[in-house]
């Protein structure tokens, strides 16, 4: 048995695994908690270009029946009336955040496919350990 490849292997199988589970955990939690908000005010400085970053107001409703306000003060170029997709924390639905791709899904897979990688990187030092 060789007790370096051991002593490797043993904490790369434990970052992998909670990795993958804190991206099985982020996605879940992106897809079960957003909404459909509506800016319903657009604040563009005076002087200023509407697509660049601008404070924005949103209202939308969550799961359970709360009407939430949210301002943002750095929104990107959207206008009143317009629909996005939000992500909130259902405790906590004030500090909700404009959903976008990365916070979808880029963030959350590429921990799952690290955790998972990670892991198996380490059980191959495991099963070579072992011989």
Known sequence: M???????AMPLIVIGCLLAAAGVVLLRRSLSYTAT??????????GTDASHHSP?????????????EVSLPR????EAGEQVTV????????IAQIASPLRLWLLPAVLAVAG????VVGATNLASAVR
């Not at 998972?116 to 892991?119: E, N, P, Q, T």
């Open 37 to 46: 908000a509506t800016v319903h005010r657009t604040d563009v400085p005076q």
């Open 87 to 94: 992500i909130y924390d259902p405790a906590y639905p004030e």
């Open 56 to 68: 924005a107001l949103l209202r939308f409703t969550t799961r359970d029946g709360r009407s939430v």
């Open 75 to 78: 929104a990107p170029g959207y």
């Open 116 to 119: 998972v990688a990670i892991a």
């Open 2 to 8: 060789d007790a370096v490849r051991l002593i490797v």
